[in-house]
């Protein structure tokens, strides 16, 4: 490809691709880098038109300093994964500046694809994929249109098409058999996850409640069996343990996992978590320690964890104990935690507990002492509960009586401990939404939830959710259920059309597939597909090899069908050729070895009415076929004219000056 300066449709298709590919990354780039990126593609675009100049080396050389340094200042590095695509996205805006041939364009088309791999680094939906084929595509038709300048946009989308269709079937192969690795390739930057909300592992008043207000999927459950009733759907999470006077932390040391006595049938389930950066695995209480797979380990507080932070969708099959009995022996140094408070603080509740103590008969009557005074008394459920001071368990208590499920179960437990009942704080999500159509539960953000646990003579770690004593709906239908008029609701929490929900779900429902059998293709899957093939269990040694026979294999048939098929011409070639073999109809052949100049010399002297727009059409020929001249607009030209050139009248046949006239044709049409 000779590196000839840009044609302005060239240009323009190039601007549109990067245009379309930086479009996505508007969502995650800040306002102002948008804004700037937007006017460098606008600038680009007017130079294409001519109403701009382009940049000198100079300005763009500060541009570029100018650009890094923002960048800079406002992520505090360059690096990482808002950094780096922040950079990336503007240093593609500035190389447009700079495109100036065909070389330059060819890199910024590539340039282009690396960007569009950048997507994926916050989303791999079905919608995010079809908009990035369809960028991949343009930048290939914008590349087709460099290779090949003759050619008009709709060819060079044929031609586009054509190629994407026929690469298909090696995306397939390589998607089957290129060996799936047990873990990722490379890492992940350290802030893919930064700006992703989530269940922490220390819990203050609020920090749930905000989660309430986000609809992001967090896992899918598929039970084997029907699913358990929404009252019985809690998925456990971080437990807390210590209470330092204002937020509930997870116990850093190591303990004996404690012996659970099932007392029911065990809930077979698959959990398909959603990438969250961190270890835990959100499972139906209580997961069955003799089942879990070689990847999961279980804390003392019955924690489930994987061995590695989940920075990909992964799917764990599991079984749930929904009747058990937790710990009924435990030992002092548990117990003792459970009791654990500080030295100081909250006054009036631990009046108030002492209180309860003094009254009560056993530990369970302390328990429907408090459970009583939260269902009797003034106490309110809400998402924006007022703010609370150093003594929050007191003012909540005894002054606002509002709050959200940590306002609860933080003060239920605080009170247990004063009572001298060990209790704890569990967090993780309770209910969900059935997806009828897909066949599994979706738990969301919104479903974010904390109950406590007690410590009961006989009877072990018990489960105690005081916000059902308050708002006995939110365990039933979910947190929309129970909240006053007015809350600050996410969309999919609110009332809606049913045909809306219907479509709502179906849509999740072919998400959920794509991501189980596309995005969720791992190693296991992949073994799993070739076993049932009845190919038995493969080894990744042996998928290379089948990958290497198969690739061989298509370029092998790939080759033996070019071979058979005629060279591809170029339009300004054809033209000439569909020329030659209109005048070789009328008996004036093209000798083998004769050029163009020869050929129209020769037959000028034999058919002089030819002469002169044969000879103007042999030298346009010779001068876009081997002159160096590379205009797409006089390619195209020279193909109208050589198709109008009126057909000669043969040799030997006396010439009707009827038919023409003057006697003389034209190339023109």
């Known amino acids: 490809m000779a590196d000839t300066l840009l044609a302005r449709r060239e240009s323009l298709a190039v601007v549109l691709g990067i245009l379309l590919v930086a479009a996505g990354h508007a969502a995650h780039l800040p306002p102002w880098l948008t804004l700037l990126t937007a006017t460098l593609l606008g600038w680009r675009l007017a130079a294409s038109q001519g109403w701009v100049p382009l940049p000198g080396r100079g300005l763009l050389i500060l541009l570029a300093l100018a650009c890094a340094a923002s960048i800079l200042v406002a992520y505090h590095t360059l690096f990482g994964r808002e950094a780096g695509v922040a950079m990336l996205t503007l240093m593609v805006a500035l190389k447009l500046m700079e495109m100036r041939t065909r070389r330059d364009a060819v890199l910024t088309v590539f340039l282009g694809w690396f960007l569009v791999l950048t997507h994926f680094l916050y989303g791999q939906d079905i919608l995010l994929a079809l908009y990035l084929f369809t960028a991949t595509v343009w930048l290939l038709v914008a590349l087709a249109l460099l290779t090949h300048p003759a050619q008009s946009v709709p060819a060079a989308m044929r031609l586009a098409l054509t190629l994407t269709i026929q690469a298909l079937p090696l995306v397939v192969l390589l998607f089957v058999l290129f060996p799936r690795l047990p873990g990722p390739l490379w890492g992940l930057p350290k802030d893919t996850f930064a700006a992703r909300s989530g269940l922490d592992e220390i819990m203050r ?9 986000s609809d992001e999927v967090v896992f899918r459950a598929e039970f084997k069996g ?13 437990v807390l343990e210590i209470f330092d006077g204002a937020s509930w932390q997870p116990h850093r040391g190591a303990a004996v996992l404690p012996a659970v006595e099932a007392d029911g049938p065990p809930i077979a389930y698959s959990v398909t978590l959603e990438p969250h950066g961190k270890p835990w695995v959100f499972a139906l209480e209580l997961p069955d320690p003799l089942a879990l797979g070689p990847h999961m380990r279980l804390a003392s507080t019955y924690q489930l964890f994987a061995t590695q932070p989940l920075t990909q969708r992964q799917r764990f099959d599991l079984l749930a104990l929904p009747q058990h009995r937790l710990d009924a022996n435990p030992d002092p140094h548990t117990l003792a935690r459970a009791l654990q408070l500080p030295p100081s603080g909250n006054s009036r509740a631990r009046a108030l507990a002492e209180q309860m ?4 008969h056993s530990d369970g009557e302390v328990v429907e002492a408090v459970l009583r005074l939260f269902r009797e008394q003034d106490f309110r459920y809400t998402l924006t509960p007022p703010l609370l001071g150093p003594d929050g368990v007191d003012e909540f208590l005894f002054d606002t009586r509002r709050g959200f499920c940590e306002h609860y179960a933080g ?9 001298g009942v060990p209790a704890r704080v569990v967090t993780g999500y309770q209910g969900g939404e059935f997806n009828e159509l897909g066949g599994y539960l979706i738990v969301r953000q919104s479903d974010a939830h904390a109950w406590s646990e007690v410590w009961l003579p006989q009877r072990g770690w018990v489960r105690v959710d005081p916000t059902a004593a308050v708002a006995a709906s939110r365990i039933e239908r979910g947190p929309s259920a129970a909240l006053p008029a007015g809350e600050p609701l996410p969309y999919l929490l609110r009332s809606q059309p049913l045909w809306l929900k219907t479509l709502r779900l179906k849509w999740d429902a072919l998400n959920h597939r794509w991501n189980l059998w596309v995005i969720g293709f791992d190693q296991e899957r992949q073994v799993g597909l070739f076993a049932r093939m009845g190919f038995g269990i493969v080894s990744w040694r042996k998928l290379a090899w089948m990958l290497l026979v198969a690739l061989a294999a298509s370029f092998i048939l790939l080759a033996a069908l070019t071979l058979r098929l005629p060279a591809p011409r170029d339009p300004v070639q054809a033209a000439w050729l569909r020329l030659c073999r209109k005048l070789a109809r009328a008996g004036l052949p093209r000798a083998p070895q004769e050029g163009p100049l020869a050929y129209a010399e020769r037959i000028g002297k034999t058919r002089p009415e030819l002469a ?3 000879a103007a059409l042999a030298r346009r020929y010779a001068a876009l076929r081997y002159g160096g001249e590379n205009d797409p607009h006089a390619a195209r030209e020279f193909a109208r004219q050589a198709a109008a050139f009126p057909a000669p009248r043969p040799c030997g046949k006396p010439h009707s000056t009827a038919s023409s006239g003057t006697g003389r044709p034209t190339a023109q049409p």
């Open 205 to 213: 008043p609020g920090s749930i409640s905000r989660l309430v207000q």
């Open 357 to 360: 103590r003094r009254t009560a």
């Open 226 to 238: 029907p699913p358990p009733p929404a009252a019985q759907r809690y998925w456990r999470g971080p």
């Open 411 to 419: 003060a239920f437990t605080f009170l247990m401990r004063a009572a």
């Open 612 to 614: 002169a727009p044969l």
